[in-house]
């Protein structure tokens, strides 16, 4: 039977592998197998609302192998180490403990086709103490960890500190999407904390967004969003630092490259990302910054049994430009190649689908306070939406991914809980 091994159950990885399990897997026509570093999935859009506790872990993530075993497909818990191209096998890393103690041995898999989705890391340009001193919002673990800190920080500083003079400062550098979000969701925080009765002053929080070029959310060309994002900072306070470019971080603050030192008592490191090291070392021909280049096929342009999509694939348009690391890219690409995968289980000599981005729209979504964003971008120019129409298109993408994972009825059930889940409980999740 045909095996099918898929690395990464990411925003992407978790449509191709529900959508193959369902069909193939289901029918006993190929054997599918997911592998991912971690046991659970929770969709990366959502990691900076994990991060400040608007976001219930329990309800949105989904346990791999239960999914799986409804699935029609296998889970392999594992983190890639190496692909053995002349065996057709992917090797995983021993898997260890939190105390290091080895549960798994270097483990194999067969494959007959291979799909890399794991995503990306953020870029720290080599940046000297950034790895050291900053939080980064790659993995669920880290936005759990932020949690926490960002909880103590608050404590500690409701009570020790004299809001007359000091701060809680908190700097992100990078103003994208995350860094926007993130910047609204620290605002979010302060207020419902104080709400729950946290000693927080108005004017104890102070968010410094910092940004390399000239305006925010540099890689929008949507300039009429970008200034609507701009002022809705300003309203909450945001101090938005645009054309400074960080030279180093230190554990009490950083040095731009103009010589001027922003104190900071934490740092969120979001300035955009690249492909895991690691992909370089896999033999297969990867763009510089660390991404695997594929056809817009999506198979590898060393070796077409291998697929990648989403934000660890280098994909060329026609205009010389590359697919942008994104939610809707990861899942468009997903689909092609569970698509073009098939065509060729049917007929090894079939012509494959291509990959064309059309942007269906961008949102910026400041937790409670505003959603703003475009959609439709690739017809005329799309449509600009605000309020709370925004707020329903932007978590309709969210939807949409339940949707796709549980089937209609499980998710709009999901949905319901969750919908029920927000009237009972705090809006902050405290533990
Ligand atoms: C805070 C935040 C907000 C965002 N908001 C938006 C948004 O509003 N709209 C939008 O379009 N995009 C948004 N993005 C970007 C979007 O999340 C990504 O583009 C998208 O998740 C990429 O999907 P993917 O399937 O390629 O990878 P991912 O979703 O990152 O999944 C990668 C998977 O691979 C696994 N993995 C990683 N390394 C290994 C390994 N070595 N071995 C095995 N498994 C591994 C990971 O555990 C993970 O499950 C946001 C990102 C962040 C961080």
Redesign the pocket.
């Known amino acids: 039977m045909t095996k099918i091994v898929i ?7 978790m449509e191709i592998v529900t959508k193959l399990g369902r069909k193939l897997g289901k029918r006993g026509k190929a054997e599918i197998t997911l ?4 046991d659970h ?1 929770i ?6 609302e994990l991060a400040t506790g608007s976001l219930d872990e329990g309800l949105n993530a989904l346990d791999y192998r239960v999914h799986a075993a409804q699935s029609g497909y296998r889970f392999e818990q ?4 190496a692909i053995d191209r002349g065996a057709k096998q992917v090797v ?1 890393a021993p898997m260890k403990d939190d105390q290091g103690k080895e549960i798994l041995p270097e483990r194999r898999i067969d494959y007959d086709y291979l799909v890399l ?4 890391v953020t870029n720290d340009f080599g940046i000297s103490g950034v790895q050291e001193h900053c939080d980064f ?3 669920t673990e880290e936005a759990m960890l932020l949690r926490r800190k960002i909880r103590n920080r608050f404590l500690q500083y409701a009570k020790e500190h004299n809001v007359e003079t000091e701060h809680f400062q908190i700097s992100i550098v990078g103003a994208g ?2 860094g926007v ?2 910047a609204a969701e620290m605002h979010h925080a302060a207020n419902t904390l104080r709400g729950y009765g946290y000693a927080i002053q108005e004017d104890l929080l102070q968010v410094n967004l910092i940004e390399a070029s000239n305006r925010v959310l540099p890689r929008l060309d949507k300039l009429h969003i970008c200034e609507a994002v701009g002022r809705e900072l300003e309203k909450l306070g945001v101090n938005v630092m645009t054309n400074t470019r960080i030279s180093e971080v230190k554990p009490d603050g950083m040095l731009t490259s103009d010589g001027q030192f922003i104190p900071s008592d934490m740092v969120i490191w ?1 300035a955009g ?1 690249k492909g ?1 090291p ?1 992909l370089s070392t896999l033999g297969l021909e990867t763009s510089s910054s660390d991404q695997i280049l594929v056809h817009p096929s999506c198979q590898s342009v060393t070796d077409p049994a291998i697929f990648a ?4 694939a280098a994909c060329p348009q026609e205009d010389g430009s590359w697919v942008p ?7 468009q690409m ?1 689909l092609l190649v569970g698509k073009n995968i098939q065509k060729l289980m049917e007929d090894p000599g079939a012509s494959l689908g291509e990959y064309v981005y059309r942007d269906l729209g ?4 400041m937790s409670r306070f505003h959603t703003v964003g475009n959609l439709l971008s690739c017809v005329g120019g799309g449509m600009t939406v605000k309020g709370k129409l925004a707020r329903w298109v ?1 978590t309709t ?1 969210y939807r949409r991914h339940l949707i796709a994972l549980h089937g209609v009825w499980r998710g709009l059930l999901l949905m319901t809980l969750n919908g029920l889940q927000r009237l009972m409980r705090p809006e902050l999740k405290l533990h």
């Open positions: 690395v990464g159950g990411g925003a992407g990885g592998v991912d570093r971690c999935h969709w990366k859009p959502l990691l900076h594992g983190l890639l180490r995983l989705g794991i995503g990306a919002l790659d993995l999407a995350t979000e993130m979001s990302v895991h690691m999509f989403g934000d660890c690391p994104r939610g809707q890219t990861a899942r997903a961008a949102f910026i979504n932007y993408l």
